[in-house]
């Protein structure tokens, strides 16, 4: 099945500064490719997502980007701010009716 | 537009005891519907989903079942808690024929 890994699994930037969250996974016919963000005691929430006919997704200060051929995607956030600290989680899909893997998380700490 | 409940938010329970978690899902129809757990600072554990009333798929053997008696209805269940049951768990939904899972508030679960 599916193997979705993540590094790093902790993460300290400075404000202002960029963070970048990567990820691979197993199963080539993965077309689905999800990130969310927790904070800390609540639910995650879906941030950005991207499927695999495209090769990188811009919303704002966050992007990602999608390498199919190497099987690993990347999350990047520009700037950050502190209230980015969170737990970021990676996901990968096969389709609409398939289950959703996730990553282990990255705990990301933006330090004012 | 579509809101999803769990409850109870939060739950003490000791050893041995019966156990029944509540999800809901409003202003959609026939959502595919997820139960995972969460370990104190660790990743999303895929339990149960359902793409339908009395369908469930069961990912992880152990002593928790769910149900689905009604369309957006999702119930997890356990006769005899563990400890090793405590956890934050959280119900997820999704649209058929689409990709995205949305998360419901959590229900926080301590096994004493």
């Known amino acids: 099945g599916e193997n979705v890994e993540q590094h790093p699994s902790t993460l300290s930037v400075q404000e202002g500064d960029s963070a970048v969250i990567k990820c691979t996974y197993s199963d080539s016919a993965s077309n689905y490719f999800p990130w969310y963000k927790q904070e800390l005691g609540k639910r995650p929430q879906l941030i950005i997502d991207?499927?695999?006919?495209?090769g990188e997704k811009k919303d704002q200060r966050i992007a990602v980007t999608l390498n199919k051929t190497a099987k690993h995607f990347s999350l990047h956030i520009t700037e950050t701010q502190p209230e980015d600290s969170a737990v970021y989680f990676c996901?990968?899909?096969?389709?609409?009716?398939?289950?959703?893997?996730f990553g282990p998380g990255t705990s990301l700490s933006v330090i004012p | 537009s579509q809101t999803i409940h769990q409850w109870p938010a939060t739950l003490v329970q000791p050893v041995g005891s019966p156990l029944s978690l509540e999800c809901t899902v409003e202003g959609t129809s026939n959502p595919n519907l997820y139960w995972y757990r969460q370990a104190a600072g660790r990743g999303l554990q895929l339990l149960f989903y359902?793409?339908?009333?009395?369908?469930i798929s069961s990912e992880v053997p152990q002593n928790l079942s769910a149900s689905r008696p009604q369309d957006r209805q999702f119930i997890l269940s356990s006769k005899k808690l563990l400890l090793s049951d405590s956890g934050f768990y959280l119900c997820?939904?999704?649209?058929?024929?689409?990709?995205?899972?949305?998360f419901g508030p959590g229900t926080r679960l301590t096994v004493l």
């Open positions: 996901a990968a899909s096969k389709g609409s009716y398939d289950k959703v893997i």
């Open positions: 359902s793409v339908g009333i009395g369908q």
């Open positions: 991207i499927r695999s006919n495209v």
């Open positions: 997820a939904w999704s649209v058929p024929g689409a990709d995205t899972q949305y």
